[in-house]
């Protein structure tokens, strides 16, 4: 599933190509793509609209168009946006919006887990997968302070918590494993048994691996592809998801998995206590 530096990746190359274009068609060959309201009056309501501006929150995108609407993506495990002037025939690209300058901005999704809504802007405040929303990791707001209080809520262990979107916005299965490996810290810690410094290495590793996975585009596993169709080149600078049984690159032991929270996870036993 797209995480924060992929859903980053992806709005920072849609944010080059669709902004100041208008929507002039829109097709589905399944509207229930389209969460809220009815695909007809997503359809018309969008038609004729500018898209103004392009931001994240967690692993959502935004997409402010004029006359204050804002269209919402979540791509959940498969979805991933296009812009093409050629556009494949894929019984898999479930939404097309043909552009005022001859592009199509389409969304392909093989298992359709994604959805899309169209909300007014003046009413962000009650769109209801925002309100739970957990603080974004590359905002000023993400304080150390912050942070701790936050976790101060939880008993369980720090990779379930890491994962609860409520406490941190757009972390998911492979960036939690590679913040606590970076801590030093067993995912299956308790959070009321991390101390201070602990809490300080993961706050930290947050920071430092989310930005250096946006920088490198993300990670390609399973089948995230930027909207360019090229893939990202974090997969390679992974240090611990998806190295069972391989030598830790620290301490040459080797890469441990098991299960937390239904998700499979990696850790080393020597290096992370
Ligand atoms: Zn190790």
């Known amino acids: 599933m797209p995480e924060l530096p992929e859903v980053e990746t992806v709005r920072r190359a849609l944010e080059k190509r669709i902004i100041g274009r208008k929507i002039l068609a829109v097709e589905s060959n399944f509207p229930k793509i389209v969460s809220t309201p009815s695909f007809k009056t997503f359809a018309s309501q969008i038609k004729g609209s500018k898209i103004e501006a392009m931001f994240r929150r967690g692993k959502f995108l935004i997409f402010d168009l004029s006359g204050g609407l804002s269209m919402i993506s979540h791509l959940r495990m498969t979805g991933h946006w296009l812009v093409t002037k050629n556009l494949p025939d894929s019984k898999f690209i479930h939404l097309k919006l043909k552009l005022s300058d001859g592009h199509t901005l389409a969304y392909s999704d093989i298992r359709k887990f994604g959805r899309i809504w169209l909300i007014e802007r003046q009413d962000f405040a009650l769109f209801k997968p925002f309100a739970k929303l957990g603080i974004e990791p590359l ?46 810290v067993r995912p299956s810690r308790k959070v009321p048994s991390l101390t201070k410094t602990e809490i300080l290495k993961i706050f930290k590793a947050i920071r430092r691996i989310l930005a250096l996975a946006i920088k490198h585009g993300g990670t390609t596993v399973e089948n995230f592809t930027t909207p360019e169709g090229g893939t990202g080149y974090f997969q390679n600078k992974l240090k611990i998801y998806g190295r069972k049984g391989q030598k830790c690159y620290n301490c040459k032991g080797t890469v441990s998995r098991i299960v937390i929270a239904g998700r499979g996870t990696h850790f080393c036993k020597s290096c992370q206590k």
């Open 139 to 184: 905002s000023k707001g993400f304080t150390m302070e912050a942070f701790s209080g936050r976790l101060a809520k939880y008993k369980n262990n720090i990779k379930q918590v890491l994962l609860n979107q409520q406490v941190v916005a757009g972390l998911g299965n492979i960036y939690v494993d590679e913040v606590l490996f970076s801590a030093g």
